[in-house]
């Protein structure tokens, strides 16, 4: 987050859905979705329900279309990937549409657990789930819980990002600032230097946000085109918003500015705040016949660059306290934001799907089930490219009177090398067995074209 000094203002910039030019906060009940144009720009969603009444007849239609056994509550459905496959080739064959229970993976919620069964070739995942409802947003919610549940087309980009022989794979995205963009910026600050007032505060603001200009979206691992992508720069975005105090938490947390003060902010820095798995919440049997993740799964780290005259950036070593102090909060309190922002709760689960999958490959079950994946595996058969690829963000700049400095630009995105929480060091024993006498309680006693049970 770059500082200068001139006259009491400051001022903070980040990646946001669509330009904002005046100062002050945008509730969160206002951003409650993206969409991304033909031009792959990216833009907020407001969506207006004041008393509720729209999605209470939505969830009334759900419930009385979804079959009973769907609908219920369970805590812990289990999938098997390898007879969902087998029964949409099945019904492809037969002329019939991939069903909404395909689709919404039978409700769940979290996915909690990975199982192999040797005897009948079964990859299962499995979580709680629940009957499901999609909202004015576009997500699709349990109707318990209102958690987002679990889409097919993510755990196929999961899945293929972690195929039958493949190698490691980063999955992630990056919303920055460009070079020349910031070459820009340095030089309007320069050009402002001391003389400014408080009568110039939307000057500078807008000067600021036209200098900057758009900011680039770049997707790592995954295509771009995806809902697996889409989902990732909504939270990365999303978390920015709340660090520069433009999108109010719907829980109590203090912002980044609200932290920083202008003795902790260096001068011409860029804070940069990246979305990363807790690596340390796999819990493996000795057979390695089953795996489950633990915790909430999801960290946010903080790093520091320093922006050179020219726009480029340079690593530094130093500790931002007010940073490190945002992220420790957000990290912390990420539970109860995911039960309440959605989006949250969906970055969990592309962590969680991507983890599975990884263990699915490491473990090579493609193998010993002689499961090839030959239909999720092929875009022609089963599309999940079928979005526009967000490509950049307009600048988004609050400003806010405190001390000396003006605090401007944040970057970062959301970084998942899902391979690290499978590493021996950080795996979790079944010291107590439980695991392994969970998997041995899954009875795969199933009807001809059954793929979930619970």
């Known amino acids: 987050m770059a500082c200068s000094r001139f006259g009491r203002f400051a001022a903070a910039a980040a990646l946001g859905l669509a330009v904002l030019a005046t100062s002050g906060r945008v509730e969160a009940q206002q951003l409650a979705g993206v969409y991304v144009d033909a031009e792959g720009v990216l833009h907020k969603r407001v969506f207006n329900d004041p008393h509720g009444q729209l999605m209470k007849q939505r969830a009334s239609a759900a419930r009385a279309s979804l079959a009973h056994n769907v609908a219920s509550p369970s805590k812990l459905r289990k999938i098997s990937l390898t007879r969902l496959e087998h029964a949409i080739v099945e019904g492809h064959q037969q002329g019939r549409q991939i069903t909404p229970e395909m689709l919404n993976l039978a409700g769940l919620t979290r996915l909690t657990h990975v199982f192999f069964y040797p005897d009948s070739g079964d990859v299962v995942i499995a979580g709680p789930a629940e009957g499901w409802v999609k909202d004015l947003s576009g997500r699709t919610r349990g109707l318990e819980s209102g958690r987002p549940v679990l889409e097919l087309q993510d755990m196929v980009v999961a899945l293929r990002m972690f195929p039958p022989g493949g190698e490691h794979t980063v999955i992630g995205c990056s919303i920055d600032p460009t070079e020349e963009g910031l070459a820009r910026m340095q030089a309007f600050l320069r050009q402002i230097g001391g003389r400014a007032t408080p009568a110039d505060t939307q000057s500078i603001v807008d000067g600021l946000r036209t200098s900057l200009g758009l900011q680039k979206v770049r997707i790592l691992g995954v295509p771009p085109d995806t809902h697996f992508a889409q989902v990732m720069v909504e939270a990365d975005y999303r978390m920015k918003l709340i660090g520069i105090g433009l999108e109010r938490p719907p829980i109590k947390m203090a912002s980044y500015v609200d932290r920083a003060t202008p ?64 992220t420790h909060t957000f990290t912390a309190k990420y539970p109860q934001l995911a039960a309440k922002s959605p989006v949250y709760a969906q970055l969990r689960n592309l962590i969680d799907m991507s983890i599975a999958a990884a263990f699915i490959q490491q473990q090579d079950y493609y193998g010993k089930a002689d499961w090839t994946m030959s239909f999720f595996g092929d875009e022609a058969n089963f599309p999940v490219e079928t979005y526009h690829a967000p490509r950049e963000v307009g600048t988004v700049v609050a400003s806010r009177w405190k001390g000396h400095q003006l605090m401007t630009p944040v970057g970062g995105g959301v970084n998942i090398q899902a391979w690290q929480a499978l590493e021996p060091e950080k795996r979790l024993a079944d010291d107590d067995g439980k695991l392994r006498e969970t998997r041995r309680e899954v009875k795969i006693k199933l009807k001809d074209g059954q793929w979930w049970w619970d």
Do not use: I, K
């Not at 796999?282 to 020219?310: I, K, S």
């Open 263 to 326: 003795s902790s902010v260096s001068r011409n820095a860029l804070q940069r705040w990246y979305f990363t798995p807790d690596y340390e919440c796999v819990r493996v049997t000795d057979d390695e016949l089953a795996m489950q993740l633990v915790g909430e799964g999801v960290r946010l780290v903080g790093a520091h660059e320093l922006v050179q005259g020219n726009g480029s950036r340079v690593r530094t070593h130093s500790v931002d306290r007010a940073s490190q102090a945002f």
